[in-house]
Each structure stands twice: as structure tokens, then as C-alpha cells.
């Protein structure tokens, strides 16, 4: 008995890269226009509706997530030249980088700091083992190099790249809303705190917020990987769980 019409059509469309890619812009494009009439609210980030729409997608259809991201790897492969364009609106607040920089780099050592440790110590409080605490470890650094982190640590590169997403889209989504009630306003904190805390997803989010916040939040992503990598292996001999 053949395939009804429906089935045999999706099976060639789910087959074809082109499809995939194609389905992951409308999705955003979608997200976009939904956020944008809804007032920009937090809580529509249209990264978070991406991200659900096309889980909801490959989960419906079945699809495993190799064959997606065959279509879709263009715009993985787009993350490299989308990150050195952060060196544009950096040059341009030169000045301002420069008559910071003391403050920024002490908020990055310490920011780095707090994101390992709160989230090591709230696990470890929770019964997390070994492997799961080093795993998390790196958990507010852009996702290469957490994974790198992680594998150097010994713990999962794999559920590090989870938890890296999970961090980004929290701090994407809650972020703004708490650096508001706790009265800070200037585009600078924001950006950093949400490069700082949030990597990637963060800095998108700054960057709806304006150039500045953007640019400082893709300063603070990267000098924050820098940081995590310098700081994290010692830190973590430190509260025993590495040996050596």
C-alpha cells in the first residue's frame, strides 16, 4: 500500500537541507514580528519562540536533530563572522572602553567568579555528583568554550552545551527586568552584566536594547570566556573537586 500523498511529500521535504533552513527564518521571522507587536515584552524573546517553535517541529515530525541541523548549519556556520562583526560597535566606544576598563575588567573577574560558585555550590547543596558540578561549572561562558572548559574539568561537554543554552534564554528573558528593579539603568552595566551572566543570548538581548548595551555585552561575553578558562581549572582544584 503506498503513502498517502501528505506523507510521501513530507518525507522529501524533511530529506531536503534547504527546507530546514528555510523553516528556521520563517520560525524567527515569526518571533520577530510577534515580539515587535507585542511591545518587545521580555517574555516573548523571540530567540526563546525560535527555539520552542522548532523543538515543537522536529519532536512533531520525528526528526532527529542531525538531519536538521544539516539544513541548518549555514547559519551555525554564520556565528563566526556574526562575532567578529561585534569588533564594529567596540571601535566605536573606544574612548569609553578605555576609560573603564579598570571597572569592567574587576566586574568581569568577579562575575566569572559568582556564576561558577553560586551554581556549583547550589548543586553540590542539592546533591549534585562530581561530574554534574563540573559540568556546570561553565556555565555562563559562550558555548565553544565552555564545552572546552568542561572537557578539560572532566565533566560533560554535552550537558555543559544544555546548560549553556538554559543560562543565555534565562538570562535573556529575566535579565533586564531584574537589573530594572534593582535601579540600574546605564548602558553599560547592562551590557555587561548580561554578557557577563547571559554569553551570547545576552548580547542579542542587549542589542535590542541599544548599540551601547550591545557592544558592551559582546565585550564582556568574550573577555568573560577568557577569564572562565584562566580562572575556572584553579578554582575548581580549590573546592576539591579536581584533584591535584
Same mark, same amino acid.
Given at each position: 500500500?503506498?503513502?498517502?500523498?501528505?506523507?510521501?511529500?513530507?518525507?522529501? @521535504?524533511?530529506?531536503?537541507?534547504?527546507?530546514? @533552513?528555510?523553516?528556521?527564518?520563517?520560525?524567527?521571522?515569526?518571533?520577530?514580528?510577534?515580539?515587535?507587536?507585542? *511591545?518587545?515584552?521580555?517574555?516573548?524573546?523571540?530567540?526563546?519562540?525560535?527555539?520552542?517553535?522548532?523543538? *515543537? %517541529?522536529?519532536? =512533531?515530525? /520525528?526528526?532527529?536533530?542531525?538531519?536538521?541541523?544539516?539544513? +541548518? !548549519?549555514?547559519?551555525?556556520?554564520?556565528? *563566526?563572522? $556574526?562575532?567578529?562583526?561585534? $569588533?564594529?560597535?567596540?571601535? #566605536?566606544?573606544?574612548?569609553?572602553? !578605555?576609560?573603564? +576598563?579598570?571597572?569592567?575588567?574587576?566586574?568581569?573577574?568577579?562575575?566569572?567568579?559568582?556564576?561558577?560558585?553560586?551554581?556549583?555550590?547550589?548543586?553540590? +547543596?542539592?546533591?549534585?555528583? #562530581?561530574?554534574? @558540578? %563540573?559540568?556546570?561549572?561553565?556555565?555562563?561562558?559562550?558555548?565553544?568554550?565552555?564545552? /572546552?572548559?568542561?572537557? !578539560?574539568?572532566?565533566?560533560?561537554?554535552?550537558?555543559?552545551?544544555?546548560?549553556?543554552?538554559?543560562? *543565555?534564554?534565562?538570562?535573556?528573558?529575566?535579565?533586564? &527586568?531584574?537589573?530594572?528593579?534593582?535601579?540600574?539603568?546605564?548602558? +553599560?552595566?547592562?551590557?555587561?552584566?548580561?554578557?557577563?551572566?547571559?554569553?551570547?543570548? &545576552?548580547? $542579542?538581548?542587549?542589542? !535590542?536594547? &541599544?548599540?551601547?548595551?550591545?557592544?558592551?555585552?559582546?565585550?564582556?561575553?568574550?573577555?568573560?570566556?577568557?577569564?572562565?578558562?584562566?580562572?575556572?581549572?584553579?578554582?575548581?582544584?580549590?573546592?576539591?573537586? =579536581?584533584?591535584?
Amino acid at each position: 500500500m503506498s503513502q498517502a500523498p501528505f506523507e510521501t511529500l513530507w518525507v522529501y @521535504l524533511a530529506e531536503t537541507p534547504l527546507f530546514w @533552513l528555510t523553516a528556521t527564518l520563517i520560525a524567527w521571522l515569526g518571533a520577530l514580528r510577534l515580539h515587535r507587536r507585542a *511591545g518587545s515584552l521580555a517574555l516573548l524573546n523571540p530567540v526563546v519562540m525560535t527555539i520552542g517553535l522548532l523543538i *515543537g %517541529l522536529l519532536l =512533531l515530525t /520525528g526528526t532527529p536533530y542531525a538531519i536538521y541541523f544539516d539544513g +541548518a !548549519q549555514f547559519i551555525h556556520f554564520l556565528l *563566526g563572522p $556574526a562575532t567578529v562583526a561585534l $569588533a564594529i560597535p567596540l571601535y #566605536r566606544l573606544r574612548a569609553d572602553l !578605555q576609560a573603564l +576598563a579598570i571597572p569592567i575588567l574587576a566586574a568581569l573577574l568577579v562575575g566569572a567568579l559568582v556564576a561558577a560558585i553560586s551554581a556549583v555550590g547550589l548543586a553540590a +547543596a542539592l546533591g549534585a555528583d #562530581r561530574t554534574i @558540578l %563540573l559540568s556546570l561549572a561553565p556555565k555562563s561562558v559562550t558555548t565553544p568554550v565552555a564545552m /572546552g572548559i568542561s572537557e !578539560q574539568l572532566g565533566g560533560i561537554p554535552a550537558l555543559t552545551a544544555a546548560l549553556v543554552v538554559l543560562t *543565555g534564554l534565562v538570562g535573556a528573558l529575566f535579565g533586564v &527586568g531584574l537589573l530594572r528593579r534593582l535601579g540600574i539603568r546605564d548602558p +553599560a552595566v547592562t551590557g555587561i552584566a548580561l554578557g557577563t551572566a547571559a554569553h551570547g543570548i &545576552g548580547t $542579542a538581548r542587549a542589542f !535590542q536594547l &541599544g548599540n551601547r548595551e550591545g557592544a558592551m555585552s559582546g565585550l564582556a561575553m568574550a573577555l568573560s570566556a577568557i577569564v572562565s578558562a584562566l580562572l575556572l581549572p584553579p578554582l575548581m582544584r580549590w573546592l576539591g573537586l =579536581l584533584d591535584g
